[in-house]
């Protein structure tokens, strides 16, 4: 029984002290060309070839600090009509101008989303409700729907989508009203003259 316990023991002690290891990448060799241009490789494929002597790499935790932009969400939001303030960031409504947003990104273009589709009625009216979600207005804004066969018809709109509201833009159609089912939003395309 002594034997017995012994081996067991013994067998289980490098399972014990397994618990952690270490893998080491490749030798790196390093040699100068005769140009003058440093080389490095994992192989020694130089003659003149010798182990680099690089820094050791060691893993770290970084905490990063919270992010202190100054944006225009107090101050009325993003006002692209005044143009952009003299270090190329936006200006608030109020006229702030401490925001960290840059006019560029902000203001180059208006982003036109389709919020809401509604049923067609019996007579086959479907409104298609569209947000301006920057702060630019969207010029000629355009809404496209495209049928199941391919036909394609422009809805009636406002020439103008203020910043930040909603426009309603509607269509007829006779086969909407007989089948009586709203429209896939995939159906639709949305886009204006200045939109990118």
Avoid at 17 to 30: C, H, L, N, P, R
Wanted: charged share 25%; net charge neutral.
């Amino acid at each position: 029984m002594k034997k017995l316990f012994i081996f067991t023991l013994i067998t289980a002690i490098p399972s014990i002290f397994a618990i952690q290891t270490t893998t080491y990448a490749d030798e790196i060799y390093k040699w100068v060309a005769p140009d003058g241009v440093v080389h490095y490789s994992s192989k020694k494929e130089e003659p003149k070839a010798k182990l680099a002597d690089l820094p050791i790499i060691s893993k770290g935790d970084f905490k990063v600090g919270a992010v202190t932009g100054v944006t225009c969400d107090k101050h009325g939001g993003i006002n692209c009509e005044v143009g952009a303030d003299i270090d190329g960031s936006v200006i608030c409504f109020d006229g702030h101008t401490e925001a960290s947003a840059r006019y560029t990104f902000h203001c180059s273009s208006p982003k036109l989303r389709i919020s809401d589709i509604s049923d067609p009625d019996q007579r086959g009216k479907v409104s298609v409700y569209v947000r301006n979600e920057k702060s630019i207005p969207a010029k000629d804004p355009s809404v496209v729907y495209t049928n199941t066969e391919g036909g394609r018809i422009k809805l009636k709109g406002p020439k103008e989508l203020p910043p930040f509201e909603m426009a309603e833009f509607t269509m007829h159609s006779a086969v909407l009203a007989k089948l009586g089912q709203k429209p896939e939003y995939s159906q639709f395309e949305v886009s204006c003259k200045n939109c990118q």
